[in-house]
C-alpha cells in the first residue's frame, strides 16, 4: 500500500492538470467545484466556475442571494436540485457555523445536499482530514487495481471500494490522494482504452494482470428510459414577452422556469382547454411548433410544441419576460430548446439565453 500511494502522489505531482479549483484550501471554492463537477464534464465546469465566483465571492454572498439569481448562474450545468441545495447549505454555513464551514466529517455530512461524497471530498481537499471521498472516477481506478468484481456503487462492493479508499487517505496526505485518484481514472483509467502503459499502478493492478479490464468495474443495470410525451405552449402576450411558469421545486426541473408543459400529446382543442382549466390561461389561434425530443437521465421526453399569443391578462402564477431578459432566471437547456424552435425567425434575433450552445446557436442565426 505504502510503494502503491508514493507512486501515485509522484504521478499526481508530475501529470495534474492545471486548473482553477487546485492548489488552494478555501473549502467555499472547492466544495463550489466538486458540487459542479458531479454529473458534469469538467470542460463545462470551466465555463461556469470563475463566474459563478465572481458573482459569489464567498459563502456570505451566496447565502445572501436570491433564488432566482443563483438559478441563473447555474442555467445550462443541469442537475438543477445542486443549486437549491448549495443555497441552502451556504444559509445553514453562515447562520450555524458564522460563516465558516466545519472542519470535521460529521459536521460537513450535516450541510444540506452533503452527501458522502461532497463531504469526503471538502473535508479531505479542504481540511486534510484522512476521508475518503469516491466518486466514479475513483470508482473505477480502485476496482480495477484491486480487482473488486461487485458493482462499487452498491452493497459489498460500495463497502470495499470505500474501505481501500479509506486506507489510501489515512497513508495520506489526503487532500492529494484524493485529487490524484480522481485525476488517474478521470485521464488515465479511462472506462474503455484506459492507457495502463502511463500508470504508476500498472505493476500492482490486478485487472491489467488478469486482463479483466473489460469487465471491471461491473456494469449498473440500468432501468430501461421511460418515454414522456408533453406538449409545450410558447405563449406571446401583447408586448411580445413569454409566459413562463415556475416549476414546483419537487418535479421535473424543480424551481426553474419554463413554457407550459401539458401532460400528454395534446390537439390544439384539448390543448385551450387543458390551459384554461389547469392554469386560467387563456389562448388565441394554437400554430404548430413542430416536435423535440429530450433526453434526461432517467426518461426522454418527446415534446410537441405550440406557438399562441394570450387572450386577456396573464394568470398568477405565469411570468411574462422579455426574451432580451431570460438570461437573468434560471432556464434549463429545455427552454432555450423550446424557444429557439417554436418562435419566430425574426423574435429569434431578441433572446439572450443563458446557455452556450444557445447563444452560439442565436448568434449563428443572426449571422445567417
Ligand atoms: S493499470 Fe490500467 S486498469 Fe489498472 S489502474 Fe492503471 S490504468 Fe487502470
Known amino acids: 500500500m505504502k510503494k502503491d500511494s508514493r507512486r501515485l502522489l509522484e504521478w499526481y505531482e508530475r501529470n495534474k492538470r492545471s486548473l482553477p479549483w487546485r492548489n488552494q484550501k478555501d473549502a467555499y471554492r472547492i466544495w463550489v467545484s466538486e458540487i459542479m463537477l458531479q454529473q458534469t464534464r469538467v470542460e463545462t465546469v470551466l465555463n461556469y466556475y470563475e463566474r459563478f465566483l465572481d458573482r459569489f465571492p464567498s459563502v456570505e454572498s451566496l447565502a445572501a442571494a436570491d433564488p432566482d439569481e443563483v438559478r441563473a448562474a447555474w442555467s445550462g450545468l443541469g442537475y438543477y436540485r445542486r443549486a437549491r441545495f448549495m443555497l441552502e447549505a451556504a444559509k445553514a454555513v453562515v447562520s450555524e457555523h458564522a460563516g465558516e464551514f466545519p472542519n470535521t466529517l460529521l459536521g460537513l455530512r450535516a450541510l444540506p445536499g452533503f452527501g458522502r461524497y461532497t463531504a469526503g471530498a471538502v473535508a479531505s481537499i479542504a481540511f486534510d482530514l484522512p476521508a475518503p471521498a469516491v466518486d466514479g472516477n475513483a470508482a473505477r481506478v480502485i476496482t480495477r487495481w484491486r480487482g473488486i468484481r461487485e458493482d462499487p456503487s452498491r452493497g459489498e462492493g460500495e463497502r470495499v471500494v470505500w474501505a481501500e479508499a479509506e486506507r489510501l487517505a489515512k497513508a495520506g496526505p489526503a487532500a492529494e490522494i484524493t485529487q490524484a485518484l480522481i485525476e488517474l481514472g478521470a485521464t488515465v483509467c479511462l472506462p474503455r482504452n484506459p492507457s495502463c502503459t502511463r500508470c504508476p499502478w500498472r505493476s500492482s493492478c490486478v485487472a491489467h494482470r488478469d486482463q479483466l479490464?473489460?469487465?471491471?468495474?461491473?456494469?449498473?443495470?440500468?432501468?430501461?428510459?421511460?418515454?414522456?410525451?408533453?406538449?409545450?405552449?410558447?405563449?406571446?402576450?401583447?408586448?411580445?414577452?413569454?409566459?413562463?411558469?415556475?416549476?414546483?421545486?419537487?418535479?421535473?426541473?424543480?424551481?426553474?422556469?419554463?413554457?407550459?408543459?401539458?401532460?400528454?400529446?395534446?390537439?390544439?382543442?384539448?390543448?385551450?382547454?387543458?390551459?384554461?382549466?389547469?392554469?386560467?390561461?387563456?389562448?388565441?389561434?394554437?400554430?404548430?411548433?413542430?416536435?423535440?425530443?429530450?433526453?434526461?437521465?432517467?426518461?426522454?421526453?418527446?415534446?410537441?410544441?405550440?406557438?399562441?399569443?394570450?387572450?386577456?391578462?396573464?394568470?398568477a402564477g405565469l411570468r411574462p419576460v422579455s426574451l432580451g431578459r431570460l438570461h437573468e432566471l434560471g432556464i434549463p437547456t429545455i427552454t432555450s430548446r423550446v424557444l429557439e424552435q417554436a418562435l419566430p425567425e425574426a423574435m429569434i434575433e431578441g433572446l439572450v439565453l443563458p446557455s452556450r450552445r444557445s447563444a452560439a446557436l442565436a448568434t449563428r442565426r443572426r449571422s445567417s
Open 213 to 315: 479490464i473489460s469487465l471491471i468495474p461491473a456494469k449498473k443495470k440500468r432501468a430501461p428510459k421511460k418515454t414522456v410525451e408533453l406538449t409545450a405552449l410558447v405563449v406571446l402576450d401583447e408586448r411580445d414577452r413569454v409566459l413562463l411558469l415556475e416549476q414546483p421545486d419537487s418535479g421535473l426541473f424543480g424551481g426553474l422556469y419554463t413554457p407550459p408543459l401539458l401532460e400528454g400529446h395534446l390537439s390544439p382543442r384539448r390543448s385551450r382547454s387543458t390551459a384554461r382549466n389547469e392554469l386560467g390561461l387563456e389562448l388565441g389561434e394554437l400554430a404548430p411548433g413542430g416536435q423535440l425530443r429530450h433526453i434526461l437521465t432517467h426518461r426522454e421526453l418527446e415534446l410537441h410544441l405550440f406557438r399562441t399569443r394570450l387572450v386577456g391578462r396573464a394568470p
